[in-house]
């Protein structure tokens, strides 16, 4: 009866390899010769049993695997590890070639020794060209980046040299012909002098976006030195607007030095610069461990940021305000997040609960 149950088992287990779709599961004997064919088998590689039963295994691999002996590897691998594993291109019948995860598994006699492999192929060929069209996406972005940023750094630095000399020649008609011709004369040339100044502000500072990461090496920055040195450098402003800065201990980090210094510098002078009127400024600067990396957070008491405007001042050359009532170029911001991506973080701004902003950026921890 119990051997009856057996072979009924023996039947009911084969019958299910047999019909398994998405497997190729074969039998293989010691020298490698095919045993048995399942469906997945004939779906996956498109050989009949009766076509394959008792050829090589080898018939699956292509020239160049054949050449460096990987079939014989695998086995050997499968005979004294037990098991090989292998991922690669195979060929199906018709010479077309599908990506293959296999596994080989030694099977071993009554007396231990190999009596033959189990082989169980699964067919990958669609995670692979997925995969394979993203790589091709990712390196094909990656070069129109290139090709963009070169544009901005070959645009910026060109055009440098016209405007120098516009702006000189400016500055001489303004000397030469103030107050000569009329009063239209002196405004317009008065306009053409302002605007190509700031033209000049723009460009340079296009510049040097382009140029970010591209002239320093990584090392190890201590943040409280490089907070130490943006604060010397800003003491007359901080003096002259009465400002409260209050820095926390922060973490050495690997980086590249001038461009975290630029970033602090830039969030720091924007805690100053966008303040409500009649409010001394009040700054905290401080940094929290969340898991692999560190948050930064520049936190101010000064006019926030509407909801709707807290993703778009990050891009290049976006103001919410105007001049007059606030200096600048539009770039600082930009400049921040293209150097947070250099280090493989985020930059991102949070209201601050009673009035103003906190400017968050996250550094991992390498
Ligand atoms: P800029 O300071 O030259 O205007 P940024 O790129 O540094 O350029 O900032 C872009 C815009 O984001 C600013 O014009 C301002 O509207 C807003 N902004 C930046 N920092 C702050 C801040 N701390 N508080 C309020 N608004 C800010």
Same mark, same amino acid.
């Given at each position: 009866m119990l051997k009856e149950l057996e072979e009924h088992q023996k039947y009911a287990l084969l019958k299910l390899i047999d019909e398994v779709q998405d497997y190729a599961i074969i039998l293989l004997d010691v020298?490698? /010769? !095919?045993?048995n064919w399942n469906s997945g088998a004939q779906r996956i590689k498109g050989y009949s049993a009766e076509e394959i039963i008792g050829k090589n295994f080898r018939s699956f691999y292509t020239k160049t695997d054949l050449k460096n002996g990987k079939p014989e590897g695998l086995i050997n691998i499968a005979k004294t590890k037990g098991i090989a594993h292998d991922e690669g291109w195979r060929v199906r019948k018709d010479g077309t070639r599908f990506w293959g995860s296999i596994t080989i598994t030694a099977i071993h006699g009554k007396d231990n020794e190999i009596i033959g492999f189990g082989k169980l192929t699964r067919d990958l060929s669609l995670k692979k060209r997925a995969e394979q069209a993203r790589q091709r996406h990712v390196l094909e972005l990656e070069l129109k980046n290139q090709e963009l940023e070169q544009f901005a750094f070959i645009a910026s630095h060109d055009l440098q040299e016209p405007l120098r000399s516009l702006i000189s020649f400016t500055d001489i008609l303004e000397s030469e012909y103030k107050g000569k011709i009329d009063e239209d004369f002196d405004q317009y040339i008065a306009f053409i002098s302002q605007s190509s100044r700031r033209m000049k502000e723009l460009v340079s500072g296009l510049l040097d976006y382009s140029r970010i990461g591209k002239q320093s090496e990584q090392t190890n920055v201590d943040c409280n030195e490089l907070l130490k040195a943006v604060m010397e450098d800003m003491t007359a402003v901080i003096n002259e607007n009465k400002a409260e800065v209050n820095v926390e201990t922060l973490p050495t980090i690997c980086g590249y030095p001038m461009e975290l210094r630029q970033l602090f510098q830039n969030l720091v002078s924007n805690a100053l610069k966008f303040t409500k009127e009649g409010e001394p400024p009040k700054l905290n600067i401080y940094a929290e461990r969340k898991a692999e990396e560190w948050i930064f957070s520049v936190e101010d008491n000064g006019i926030g940021i509407d909801k709707d405007h807290r993703e778009k001042i #990050? !891009? !290049? #050359?976006?103001?919410?305000? /105007?001049r007059d009532d606030y200096p600048g170029t539009g770039i600082g911001l930009a400049h921040c997040r293209k150097i947070v991506e250099l280090h493989g973080g985020k930059i991102w701004v949070e209201p601050k609960p009673g009035g103003g902003s906190i400017f968050k950026f996250s550094l991992p921890i390498s």
């Open positions: 020298d490698g /010769n !095919i045993q #990050f !891009i !290049i #050359f976006k103001r919410l305000h /105007n």
